[in-house]
């Protein structure tokens, strides 16, 4: 089935402490990138990435980190995570240029404490 | 900038009609994308418009105008488990770079009542 899975779907922190939310996708999608999303203020880019090794930042890239190694993994990294921090995440992807349909993953709801 | 306008919430019976009505401001345009989102979980495809007009898909049409940065999304039949949030969200760049990145106003909330 094609899909993209994210983990954990919920997770719990306080502030300072590293964490990694994983994203991958088994369509051979080029074209990753993760969003926020808060009451209000829709659905904001972070970071993206149009192939392996090739990453870029969104509208909202501050306290974030991003890497692409291998073409189905996109982890995003807190390197020390805030408060400001919780929202709920979605990882997406899609074919590169001329793609239409970005298919999202169904979500990791943080909370920074 | 960009700046993407759409109602906050909206009420509708079921078996009737709505009309979601998202407008624009961008520095591009490359396309304009309407996705359906129920509480808590992903939001999924419904349709892209990248020239003016109407597609219609089922029970569902979205038509564009780019001269006027307007959109809307159309709902007919109206049934219960079309409650949901509906997310107009456009790809501004034309520069291949940019890849797939888009843009999201704040969703509409639609209430279908019986």
């Known amino acids: 089935e094609a899909q993209v899975t994210q983990n954990p779907r919920y997770l719990i922190t306080v502030t300072g402490k590293k964490l990694t939310v994983t994203c991958s996708q088994n369509m051979n999608h080029e074209y990753m990138s993760w969003y926020r999303q808060d009451p209000g203020l829709g659905l904001r880019q972070i970071y993206y990435s149009m192939n392996v090794e090739v990453t870029d930042k969104g509208d909202v890239p501050e306290g974030y980190k991003v890497s692409r190694k291998e073409k189905r993994n996109f982890p995003l990294i807190l390197e020390s995570p805030s408060p400001n921090q919780t929202s709920l995440y979605f990882c997406?992807?899609?074919?590169?240029?001329?793609?239409?349909?970005?298919?999202f993953g169904p979500g990791t709801r943080l909370t920074v404490l | 900038g960009q700046n993407i306008d759409q109602p906050t919430e909206m009420t509708a019976t079921e078996g009737a009609i709505v009309q979601i009505n998202c407008t624009y401001q961008?520095?591009?345009?490359?396309?304009l994308f309407w996705y359906q989102q129920h509480a808590g979980e992903a939001p999924t495809f419904l349709s892209y418009n990248v020239l003016d007009g109407l597609e219609e898909k089922g029970r569902f049409s979205s038509f564009l105008s780019r001269s006027k940065g307007y959109s809307y999304l159309l709902l007919k039949e109206l049934q219960m488990k079309d409650s949901a949030s509906y997310l107009c969200a456009v790809r501004a760049s034309l520069i291949k770079a940019a890849g797939n990145k888009l843009t999201f106003g704040g969703g509409t909330r639609v209430l279908v009542k019986p």
């Open positions: 961008t520095s591009g345009f490359n396309g």
């Open positions: 997406a992807s899609s074919l590169g240029s001329g793609g239409v349909e970005q298919f």
